[in-house]
DNA sequence: CGACATATGCCGATGAGCGATATATATATC
DNA sequence: GATATATATATCGCTCATCGGCATATGTCG
């Protein structure tokens, strides 16, 4: 018989630089969505112009898994709005991403200073 | 008339950590596939065991955009190897990657220090 | 009235990465 | 001689984060 087994990732994947941004924007203070597209903008200097689809499925996923949560629910000039804040965990996996990012970055910087034509240093 | 319009991306998606490692991994030195998952696993302190799936493809792709080359085909022991080198062009990413990447972590740190309950510094 | 900013949300398509599997040789252990 | 592990490359199907597009609604500016 075929055996429709379900896929279940072992590792995690690691996150990718929209989630990444969306989790720093909401490190110093919460903010409501249409807001976070605008910080990520100011942060990646210009650089990210967040999709909607991307922000409001990455905000459900991050809720789900606990790394943000909703601070309030408010209606501005007739216009819902829906403010988030970073979580504790959230917090913690922030720094541990900044912290990952840190020492590849620095091997990268290391790595691209130290450059050999071959990996036992021969060469013709 | 269904118009099957073909999906064109505009924007590049970021780099994801397992292609960063593999350019690092090539910085210093040309390096074959199998050696690339040993180096990566010295490079993420253990963290990151890559799947010869994620790699040969990742392979294939960076070959396709011009940011690695093979450096050279051997037979040692009895066993193929395909060595990998940094191109140029691989060489510029991955030092556009590297500074982008510090700019985020940098601002990421700035924010975890910074903390503030709501966004306008008001709180009950 | 039309254009644009504000604001949230859904949907289909894409592709990088993941887990599994296959193949083959060399070396170490029983 | 069998069995396990390391070396080495390669392919396949699946998932999920992201992307682009669309829908909806209000407020403001010219």
Chains 1, 2 share one sequence.
Do not use: C, F, N, W
Request: hydrophobic content about 45%; aromatic content about 4%.
């Amino acid at each position: 018989m075929p055996m429709s087994d379900i896929y279940i990732p072992m590792t995690e994947r690691s996150m990718q630089e929209p989630t990444l941004l969306l989790l720093t924007a909401l490190a110093d203070a919460p903010r409501h969505g249409y807001a976070l597209i605008q910080e990520i903008a100011v942060i990646s200097d210009g650089r990210v112009k967040m999709r909607t689809g991307t922000l409001y499925s990455a905000l459900d996923r991050l809720l789900q898994q606990g790394l943000i949560r909703v601070e309030r629910d408010e209606v501005i000039d007739g216009r819902a709005r829906r403010t988030y804040a970073l979580a504790d965990a959230g917090r913690a996996t922030l720094a541990a991403e900044a912290d990952r990012l840190r020492a590849v970055v620095a091997e990268a910087d290391r790595r691209l200073r130290t450059t050999r034509p071959t990996a036992r240093g021969a060469l013709a």
